[in-house]
């Protein structure tokens, strides 16, 4: 027994004293702060497939290969923010990417201290890049806020949706709120009603059938992404909701999940996505970055992964730009880069730090013959952020100085 | 002049010496971190792992000390965050103003918290304690209008002390190092008093410390409260270095955290704590950027140390010293 | 006030109440017998429903002989864990082995995950109870009611074995008072092991069956875990009755709490167990331990 004891203690003390401190060699490192463990694990690792094959597209930066230094939030502000720091710290990375909201709004207070920029490609709210800015922190994804515009056109251009009646069901969040109002605010729109259920329900019974009983033919469903959402389509398919009710995904699916859903996704219609790989049939950026993600993954790239994709190749276009790896000058040139991503040619809103990034909407529908491996997916229309991002940075809160 | 008086002028022993130096030399040596060229993220550990000494410190007068074993103990810790930050950034940051704002807080909920969980002990005292939490974190993230919900209480300024701010870096450690130091002392002084020595007596058995005479409910129900007050001190601190809080630190997770580090460094002695503090941070931060499994590797140095270390670091530390 | 609504949400709580007194069953056996507070409970939930997602995609069954095989995988792997945490610490304070079956637990799910990843896994609704039956003019799928119902005929099975067979006096016995038990002659040993397999069992029988309904991830434990703590000691730990009571006070006010109050619900459900325990420490019935 005391052996033991010794022996676990010493290999304890051994693990402790392995600190890292890897020291920095000739390559460019790029800091990846992101989900690695815990129920949203798949997004983490769209996210990270994303930017790897976008570091594999654009090749080196600088004349430097570029290096990865991935780290786990473990989806928990407080730890955010020390990883983040040793990013900086021990590192020493010249920037940012992978971060989700939770990670985006615990950084955005340290910033300053961080020194870094942080380009986010997940992060939906909109405070970030509103109320809320920094200098340092971009997003390459739409906002809420954008999403609610697309979600609002959805309805009025589509005589099926617009003649609907609508019922929400969804988490008690403010975004939930925040979708439930825009389709109210739809004119000439039938509201049959709206039912928000507690944070970690996985069981929508009763809230289906509040639903059913209203008598809806349009259901939103601002769910959280992953599988709270799975398990809400299949549930509203057992319980015969599908039959009757168009179901309307305000931001779309990840494609690991209409997988799951097999022909069930065709019930769905996407409000706003913020990447869709079919959109290869209009953009030559995205076919790359499909057969490349592709090759690397064998399976299709979501839209987690190409939108992280984007963030990846604005972020390398800039440094380039800037012709160093300067914070400051990276941060200016990420103000002025027009990059040809995945998602289209995306640059940052002038004095502001949120991307004129489209949305796409459409329905989900079967993919054959399966392309890159995938049967169902969505039928892409873009929405254009002319029309969804209608106000100017200070309009919108942000003020920088 | 008696013989014994004269017996008792010996000179000390080398091994006496050094018992009565190493608090004061761990003590300056913590203190010297940051001026001392460490690389400034082992500081930023170090820094946030003072933090949560304070937090193990007393969850150990809980546990340890009256034997209370708590599994909500993020609720003193958390709150504080919350009642400090929100002052902090809406009122004033002067550091010691928003101390007190936040002790204030934390001790009123304490005392209506402990009142209920010290109906029960034992078992039922740790799921209670983990109900509590749980409240806590539920209010965390219904209360938008104050707590801004999941998102979290963001724009938390740096503090102030005497009017000048308090950056982060070695000005904030030294900050932290301070008040680790205070509390240390404090609650050693608490323990050796005789209301720390009738905590002991009820650790070692309810049934006779009443049979004494001892109002056991009042004092676990004060034992509780000061915990939550020193836990409290700890979470002035946090959400000063994190520029904020969210519900996240009210989970049941994190009390499970805190429950580790005070068990690993040593139930029953205070520099236990601090030793399982450093040695959690620390070990987290390797085990997260290397490998995916932390939540196992959690639980197996979890359950090797209840069964193997009951004493922790602290125990092994004693034998090691003793046999010397 | 939606009737329908208000409707449904009660059936949901019945039927999420009869999974919980599976589980509630077995911790509150387990504690009564052994003082054993198992905070490994809701992973080796988490287990049954992995168990048989295994072995329905590895050995191909179909659902049916699947729900069976898995909790015939777990018991043996908890009565490992018990001989290997459980044990070695089983003269100490009642709290160690709450504090080591919290770290278990992290391992199990860590293991879950590390085996099967982190994403959920979807079990299909099987036949023949897929679709739904038309209750008070909503529509209810079929396989909850069914569910509910094995449940609770599973639970009267434990309540029947606890209460007229010879195995299930001696356990009463040792509830009562261990001392006095051995003194007679009975083997608690071996009834210990027995009821913890036996629990362990209830508990993957429970994550199995639900898996249909709830879907199979690494975190499913957890809720029904506290839940389960929530209803033991509503009902006063060790007792049965008084567990099964708990469980469907816990499970109604959820629901139905849930669908009104939303997350507030889970406040209220604290709240309601913090007043029972002030006014009646030892369980809504008044017959459990203190502890």
Request: hydrophobic share 50%; glycine share 10%.
């Amino acid at each position: 027994m005391r052996a033991l004891r010794f022996a676990i203690l010493i290999m304890t003390g051994v693990t402790l004293a392995l600190a890292a401190g890897v020291e920095a060699q000739e390559s460019l490192k790029v800091g990846v702060l992101t989900i690695r463990s815990g129920p949203a694990t798949p997004v983490g690792d769209d996210i990270l497939a994303g930017i790897q094959t976008a570091t594999k597209m654009y090749g080196p930066v600088l004349g430097r290969s570029v290096e990865l230094v991935v780290e786990d939030s473990l989806w928990n502000p407080q730890q955010a923010v020390t990883k983040a720091t040793k990013l900086v710290q021990q590192n020493r990375v010249v920037a940012i990417l992978g971060t989700s909201t939770i990670e985006s709004l615990a950084l955005l207070p340290v910033a300053d201290r961080l020194g870094v920029p942080i380009v986010t490609s997940n992060s939906g709210s909109a405070a970030i890049t509103r109320d809320r800015c920094s200098k340092w922190v971009f997003r390459t994804n739409p906002d809420e806020l954008m999403s609610a515009a697309a979600l609002q056109s959805l309805i009025t251009g589509n005589p099926r949706l617009q003649n609907a009646k609508w019922f929400t069901i969804g988490h008690d969040y403010p975004w939930s709120r925040l979708v439930a109002g825009s389709v109210k605010g739809v004119k000439n729109l039938k509201y049959a009603g709206e039912t928000f259920a507690p944070l970690d329900t996985s069981d929508w019974a009763p809230f289906i059938a509040q639903a059913r009983t209203a008598g809806a033919t349009a259901v939103v469903m601002p769910v959280t992404l992953g599988t709270p959402l799975l398990q809400f389509i299949q549930q509203a398919r057992e319980f015969g909701l599908t039959n009757d009710a168009v179901l309307v995904a305000p931001i779309g699916l990840p494609d690991w999940l209409v997988d799951k859903l097999g022909d069930t996704s065709t019930r769905v219609m996407s409000a706003g996505s913020w990447a869709a790989w079919r959109y290869e049939d209009q953009e030559p950026a995205t076919k790359q970055f499909n057969e490349v993600f592709y090759q690397l993954n064998g399976r299709v790239a979501g839209m987690q992964s190409l939108q992280a994709g984007a963030a990846a190749l604005m972020l390398y276009n800039a440094i380039t730009k800037a012709g160093s790896t300067d914070p400051e000058a990276v941060v200016k040139a990420l103000e002025a880069v027009e990059v040809r991503t995945p998602v289209g040619p995306l640059k940052f809103q002038a004095g502001g730090r949120q991307a004129e990034a489209p949305l796409f909407l459409g329905p989900y529908e079967s993919v054959a013959p399966p392309r890159y491996a995938a049967r169902f997916a969505q039928r892409v229309e873009a929405f254009p952020a002319s029309k969804s991002l209608t106000v100017t940075a200070k309009e919108s809160g942000c003020n920088l100085k | 002049m008696a013989p014994a008086a004269v017996a008792e002028r010996r000179t000390l022993s080398s091994r006496e010496i050094w018992g009565q130096l190493a608090l004061p030399l761990v003590a300056a040596a913590l203190l010297a971190v940051p001026f001392i060229g460490t690389p400034a993220f082992t500081a930023t550990l170090l820094n946030e792992a003072l933090i949560y000494a304070i937090w193990a410190l007393s969850l150990d007068l809980l546990v340890g000390f009256t034997g209370l074993v708590s599994f909500g103990h993020a609720a003193g810790f958390g709150l504080a965050t919350y009642a400090a930050g929100y002052f902090a950034r809406e009122v004033s940051a002067d550091f010691l103003l928003t101390l007190a704002v936040s002790e204030g807080v934390v001790v009123a909920v304490a005392l209506v918290a402990g009142f209920i969980a010290t109906r029960v002990s034992g078992v039922a005292f740790a799921i209670i304690s983990l109900a509590v939490c749980q409240v806590l974190f539920q209010i965390a993230v219904g209360w938008r209008s104050v707590t801004q919900g999941m998102d979290g209480l963001v724009g938390v300024p740096l503090p102030r002390l005497f009017g000048r701010a308090i950056a982060m870096g070695p000005a904030f450690y030294t900050l932290s190092a301070v008040l680790l130091v205070t509390s240390y002392l404090a609650l050693r002084w608490l323990v050796g008093s005789p209301f720390g020595r009738t905590l002991a007596a009820i650790r070692s058995s309810e049934l006779r410390a009443a049979a004494v005479g001892i109002d056991v409910r009042l004092h676990k129900w004060a034992a509780v409260v000061i915990s939550w007050a020193v836990a409290g001190v700890g979470g002035t601190l946090f959400v000063f270095m994190k520029a904020g809080t969210t519900p996240m630190v009210l989970h049941w997770s994190e009390s499970g955290n805190v429950l580790a580090m005070t068990i690993f460094g040593g139930l029953g002695t205070l520099l236990g704590p601090v030793a399982g503090a450093v040695a959690f941070v620390f070990l987290r931060d390797e085990l997260t950027t290397h490998t995916q499994a932390w939540q196992f590797g959690f639980g197996l140095v979890f359950v090797l140390v209840v069964i193997l270390f009951p004493n922790g670091l602290a125990g092994v530390a004693g034998r090691l010293w003793s046999r010397s | 006030m939606d009737v329908n609504f208000l409707f449904v949400s009660a059936l949901n709580g019945v039927v999420y109440g009869a999974f919980l007194l599976l589980t509630s069953l077995g911790l509150s056996l387990v504690f009564g017998l052994g003082r054993v507070v198992n905070f490994a409970h809701g992973a080796l939930y988490a287990l049954g429903g992995y168990a048989l997602a295994d072995v329905m995609r590895r050995a191909g069954l179909d659902y049916w002989p699947a729900l069976v095989a898995a909790p015939l995988v777990v018991v043996p792997l908890a009565i490992v864990m018990e001989r290997l945490t459980i044990f070695p610490v089983r003269n100490r304070p009642e709290i160690y082995t709450l504090l080591v079956t919290f770290g278990v637990s992290f391992m199990i799910i860590g293991g879950i995950e590390y085996a099967w990843g982190t994403g959920t896994v979807l079990i299909a609704t099987p036949r023949p109870f897929t679709g739904t039956v038309s209750l008070a003019g909503n529509q209810f799928p079929l396989y909850r009611l069914f569910a509910a119902t094995l449940s609770l005929v599973v639970s009267a099975g434990v309540f029947a074995f606890v209460q007229l067979t010879p195995v299930g006096l001696r356990i009463r016995a040792i509830t009562d008072d261990r001392d006095m038990a051995e003194s007679l002659g009975i083997d608690t040993k071996w009834i210990l092991t027995l009821v913890f397999g036996g629990a362990a069992g209830l508990a993957a029988f429970a994550g199995a069956l639900g898996a249909p309904i709830f879907a199979v991830q690494p975190e499913m434990g957890t809720g029904i875990l506290l839940d389960s703590f929530l209803a033991v000691i509503l009902g006063g730990l060790g007792n049965l009755p008084g567990s099964a009571l708990g469980a469907f006070i816990v499970a109604m006010t959820k629901s139905i709490g849930g669908g009104y109050i939303a997350d507030w619900s889970v406040a209220f459900l604290f709240l309601v167990v913090g007043v029972v325990l002030v006014l009646r420490p030892t369980g809504v019935l008044g017959r459990g331990r203190v502890a």
